[in-house]
């Protein structure tokens, strides 16, 4: 019963996590050569992926009015904003800021915290279902696996982030690509949630 409740969790995580992989990787090149950018997108994803649990939870336990599930679209807002914000100081600084591309733009956690709950909405739907049918001591064992899978996906964005080729490819375009994924991923968030009426 425990190895088959964590192979599902295993499973389920990854269904629902692999496309964390690029925006972590993205959060990877934009803090390259910056001491302590490992520590903070760890503790980032930690606290977004905590924040996704915590209101699949609370929605699995009846909760549900303090999260309406039409409001989760509306986390689409979150990346948009940030991509907004972001695209905005590349175009401020210009094209020329060689020294800061060097040494990498720092991170804040709060800033992977914000974009990993935001791109949980789909996450939510998906674990309330289940956590409605395993009963209580299968979701602490899924929360357990899926809080453990984490760290090994931050290790694993980084570990793609740095190897050759992709890290030059992220280094040079990470100014491009950061705001344009955070953009596209609000974007996707809102349309196919159904915010605004789309």
């Known amino acids: 019963m425990i190895l088959s409740s964590a192979l599902q969790a295993i499973g389920l995580f990854i269904a629902t996590n692999i496309d964390d992989i690029i925006v972590l990787s993205l959060f990877f090149a934009r803090g390259a050569g910056r001491s302590g950018t490992t520590a903070r997108i760890l503790v980032g994803q930690y606290l977004g992926f905590a924040g996704i649990l915590a209101a699949a939870v ?18 689409g807002l979150i990346p ?74 931050v290790m694993l964005a980084k570990f793609v982030a740095t190897r050759p080729g992709i890290d030059e490819v992220l280094e040079r375009w990470e100014h491009v690509l950061f705001p344009l994924v955070l953009v596209g991923l609000g974007i996707v968030i809102l349309y196919t949630g159904g915010a605004f009426g789309l």
């Open 58 to 75: 609370l929605v699995s336990l009846g909760a549900g009015a303090f999260l309406p599930e039409e409001a989760i679209p509306y986390f």
């Open 80 to 153: 948009l904003l940030l991509g907004l914000w972001a695209a905005w100081q590349v175009w401020r600084s210009g094209d020329d800021d060689d020294d800061a591309k060097i040494a990498g733009k720092p991170v804040a956690a709060w800033t992977v915290a914000a974009v990993t709950f935001a791109n949980g909405g789909d996450n939510i739907g998906v674990y309330v279902p289940v956590f409605l049918s395993v009963g209580v001591a299968a979701t602490v064992a899924f929360c357990i696996v899926f809080l453990v899978l984490v760290a090994a996906l």
